[in-house]
């Protein structure tokens, strides 16, 4: 079975850091274009960030470039997002998604339970 | 505020059917035919309905369609039961500078 596993959210305060992780069961992160995507409490989905199976490519929302990193450790099959700088808007469930075909990156058909981050004082 | 726009609600009596819109622009829907569906029960995972406009992935029953004109997509679910009652999002490819924009969420009642 085809599964995600999300880890890592917390209460953090303006400002500071926080990793989320993503373990992966059943197939392989490094051959897949794998997505984070972000609902804030009450709202709609937000896509986050993009990181291309195989080579390399990084894709970030306006709302978090500079500020997020997102990588893999493929030894781990794992996926990572560091976040940097937080802000009280980036308050939100985290989800790690996988598209449903590897011919595109959208369209994600496996997803996550979800991690909650959040940023207040 | 949401790049894609969908109405806030929408409702039907069981075994009814109900439409909902997803309006964007010729930079998204209108330009792509990349829009998918999602279905999302609360505290819970969004699941994958549609893909490219009116696809279904393998196990989501055919009462479930997809379709688009123009801007605009929409997600049309027949023969409404109760555990299709649940908020849905549209999303769409938005080009190389947005890539995926998704819409506000639509919650479905079932009276």
């Known amino acids: 079975e085809e599964q995600l596993v999300e880890s890592g959210g917390d209460l953090i305060q303006p400002g500071g850091s926080l990793r989320l992780s993503c373990a992966a069961s059943g197939f392989t992160v490094s051959s897949n274009y794998m997505s984070w995507v972000r609902q804030a409490p009450g709202k709609g989905l937000e896509w986050v960030s993009l990181i291309y199976g195989g080579g390399s490519g990084t894709y970030y929302a306006d709302s978090v470039k500079g500020r997020f990193t997102i990588s893999r450790d493929n030894s781990k099959n794992t996926l990572y997002l560091q976040m940097n700088t937080l802000r009280a808007e980036d308050t939100a469930v985290y989800y790690c998604?996988?598209?449903?075909?590897?011919?595109?990156?959208?369209?994600?058909?496996?997803w996550g339970q979800g991690t909650m981050v959040t940023v207040s004082s | 505020q949401s790049a894609l726009t969908q109405p806030p609600s929408a409702s039907g009596s069981p075994g009814q059917s109900v439409t909902i819109s997803c309006t964007g622009t010729s930079s998204d829907v209108g330009g792509y035919n990349y829009v998918s569906w999602y279905q999302q029960h609360p505290g819970k995972a969004p699941k994958l309905m549609i893909f490219?406009?009116?696809k279904r992935p393998s196990g989501v029953p055919d009462r479930f369609s997809g379709s688009k004109s123009g801007n605009t997509a929409s997600l049309t679910v027949s023969g409404l039961q109760a555990e299709d009652e649940a908020d849905y999002y549209c999303?769409?490819?938005?080009?190389?500078?947005?890539?995926?924009?998704f819409g506000g969420g639509t919650k479905v009642t079932v009276l």
């Open positions: 998604a996988r598209p449903h075909s590897s011919a595109y990156p959208w369209a994600f058909d496996v």
């Open positions: 490219e406009v009116s």
């Open positions: 999303s769409s490819y938005a080009g190389s500078n947005n890539f995926e924009v």
